[in-house]
């Protein structure tokens, strides 16, 4: 019988499109119907009146097993709510839905976001067998973040189909319906396949660039930059010339946003195991364009730095390096002592919420139980000039 497998869940939020995506037991044609509703004091769901059907969008491919249908025309900063709808050749027919979901804040307007990450990374750890990240996954969801950034290691083998269920869809099931995201590669997701098949992130993927409200994300694959062969050494890779590299240089070059933020796996800063010190080779230029934080993961643990820039604590000019390995905890990993970057640090399963509101990023670190157990402030002057609080 015709079912949907994986989702529905969104991707790569606009100011005017959302995409979204699921996977059928077999190949089936595929729809999307968009809905919107005046807000109200009481009524449909979230304080809505029963939404009016606004538009439906056709595949164009004709049987899919994975389904991807892009709404656009939509107006900034609006929820809207959504069916997804498939039909196989023989006449069944499967429907997911309603679900709400926003068009991305334009700029200028307030927004926030997750991160977390390791979901299939501590797998071989986790004791609870799986208990965390659905865990995760609902104190995520009662922030009711704008969307989520997943920092690598979503599953325990990206060759393995079967891990993007058990680790990544089926945990986040109902969250993924209502909140887009955005992911990098991490050492377990191996490049494989799936990756890129289940996601709609801009080509090529594995690295690209978006602005939501006044920040902009820049995602880099640093698998890419350190081979699994040449692990944890770059040998070379980090250099003028090399895909990424130059797109980061460019991409940098070519925003004016108010914030900008990268993430990327492998961490250059954490006193823990797993620091990968080569990835410092990127901190020159990150701090030439004035990011503001960078995040990463590897290490299952949290840790926020002191703002470095030069390898040195700077906080005029400095970038604020957080380890969200969220989904997951190893104390074992710390080392025993803090390491001189280190402002913060805490192994236990975690998320990041962040905030931006005019001249602050506002960043909270909360654990499985809904626990904040660390926040930090960044306030920027009207001239660059930043402030950590």
């Known amino acids: 019988m015709l079912s949907i497998v994986k989702g529905p869940y969104l991707q790569w939020p606009t100011i005017a499109s959302m995409t979204m995506m699921w996977e059928t037991s077999e190949p089936a044609a595929s729809r999307v119907e968009v809905f919107i509703a005046e807000r109200i004091h009481s009524g449909y769901q ?20 994975i389904h991807q249908l892009t709404v656009t025309n939509l107006e900034a900063g609006t929820t809207y709510f959504y069916l997804v709808f498939s ?67 979503l599953v325990n083998d990206g060759r393995k189909y079967e891990d993007w269920g058990t680790y990544f869809f089926e945990p986040g099931k109902d969250y993924l319906t209502n909140t887009p995201f955005y992911s990098c590669l991490g050492n377990h ?12 992130f801009a080509p090529p993927k594995n690295y690209y660039s978006f602005d939501y409200g006044d920040i902009h994300f820049i995602c880099l694959d640093s698998t890419d930059f350190i081979k699994p062969d040449q692990y944890p050494h770059a040998a070379g890779e980090i250099r003028p010339g090399q895909a990424q590299y130059d797109f980061l240089i460019r991409d940098l070059q070519s925003t004016s946003a108010k914030w900008k933020i990268v993430f990327f796996h492998y961490p250059p800063y954490v006193s823990g195991g797993y620091q990968v ?42 970038i604020v390096y ?34 931006a509101v005019e001249d602050n990023l506002e960043i909270r670190a909360i654990d499985e139980e809904g626990r904040l ?10 001239n660059g000039q930043k402030s950590f609080f």
């Open 46 to 65: 979230g304080n809505y009146k029963k939404p009016e059907h606004l538009m439906t969008i056709v595949s164009n491919e004709s049987h899919t097993v």
């Open 87 to 153: 039909e196989n050749e023989h006449g069944e027919r499967v429907q997911s839905g309603p679900y709400p979901f926003n068009s991305a804040a334009p700029k200028g307007q307030p927004c926030s976001f997750t991160v977390t990450s390791e979901t299939g990374g501590y797998s071989g750890f986790d004791s609870t067998h799986g208990q965390i990240n659905t865990n995760i996954f609902k104190q995520m969801q009662r922030y009711r973040p704008d969307f989520t950034l997943f920092v690598g290691d």
């Open 189 to 200: 997701e191996c490049n494989a396949s799936w990756y890129y098949d289940f996601f709609a």
């Open 277 to 318: 010190e080569d990835m410092r080779q990127l901190c020159p230029i990150m701090e030439k364009y004035g990011v503001d934080i960078v995040f990463n993961s590897h290490t299952i643990v949290y840790e926020r730095s002191h703002p470095i820039r030069s390898n040195e604590i700077d906080y005029e000019d400095g």
């Open 322 to 355: 957080i380890v969200a390995g969220g989904a997951g905890a190893m104390p074992e990993w710390l080392l025993p002592k803090r390491s001189w970057h280190t402002s913060q640090s805490l192994a236990v399963p975690h998320f990041v919420q962040v905030v």
């Open 373 to 382: 157990f660390d926040s930090a402030r960044i306030r920027k002057s009207a």
